[in-house]
């Protein structure tokens, strides 16, 4: 074996190593479910969550929850939820190759006419008791979960409207449409599959899909009362005239 094949092997084993301590540490443990919907009161405004620690060592977790919103760009905006929920234990040690339960309970208002969105996260903490004081590798990777916790409204309505669209330039300096959607409805809506049709006032029709059409669109969560706006790319069938204006309506799976 050449001296550069040797310094190829070299670094090709490190990789290896390196990922293998990466999926030791990612995979020590598993919080579920990812998503869980809660009524406002009664037996359903109290969920259980499991984690399950895969691992040799025992692992400490910290549970919280965060008030979960959204910005006019759809960006997601957090605050802890403290005052929302009782959490039981918040902090914990899970043995090796054992699984705890966690039990989540509602506290917030008992009437809830628009669907209330919180994300609750599950983050492993620094942990050493009971390890060896050699046990100290170059990589302590804490893994974070952060799951979707939705508050139901009383009364279930789904309605995204196209608000507006206007021509724009995108960051980069090209054309582009600015699209701005609104959650009508009560709760919050996955975009999947959508499909947006464009008309200009001159009689051009564009029919934009998938993600490179529909940046940042197309399977986009809009929470419950938001009004997200998203540049996509210029569809060249269209317009680009001054003076010239644009309807469009949006279809996707629900």
């Known amino acids: 074996m050449n001296h550069m094949t040797m310094r190829a092997f070299k670094r090709v084993i490190m990789t290896l190593l390196v990922a293998a301590v990466l999926l030791s540490s990612v995979y020590a443990y598993q919080f579920s479910p990812l ?5 406002p009161s009664g037996a ?11 691992s040799n ?21 957090n605050t802890p939820a403290d005052a929302y929920f009782s959490i039981v234990p918040n902090k914990l040690v899970v043995p ?26 599950a983050e492993q903490i620094p942990y050493s008791q009971g390890k060896a004081s050699t046990d100290k590798g170059m990589f302590n990777f804490l893994y974070i979960y952060t799951t979707s916790l939705y508050v139901l409204p009383s009364r279930v309505v789904e309605n ?18 600015a699209v701005t959607l609104a959650n009508l409805g009560t709760v919050h809506q996955l975009l999947i599959s959508a499909v947006l049709e464009v008309r200009d006032s001159k009689g051009n029709v564009a029919v934009l899909q998938g993600n490179e059409a529909l940046v940042g669109i197309d399977g986009m969560n809009i929470l419950a ?10 569809p060249e069938a269209l317009s680009q005239e001054s003076g010239v204006t644009y309807q469009a309506t949006l279809k996707y799976t629900k």
């Open 44 to 54: 359903e405004s109290t969920k259980t969550y499991t984690i399950v620690n895969d």
């Open 35 to 39: 998503e869980q919907s809660f009524q």
């Open 57 to 77: 060592d025992s692992i400490a977790i910290s549970i919280s929850a965060l008030v979960r919103d959204q910005d006019a760009q759809g960006n997601e905006l």
């Open 96 to 121: 090796p190759q054992s699984s705890w339960v966690v039990r989540v309970q509602y506290r917030g208002p008992r009437t809830v006419t628009n669907e209330l969105s919180f994300r609750l996260k």
């Open 160 to 177: 995204v409207a196209v608000r507006s669209v206007a021509a724009t330039t995108s960051d980069d300096g090209t054309p582009a449409l």
């Open 225 to 234: 009362k938001k009004t997200v706006t998203k540049k996509v790319p210029w």
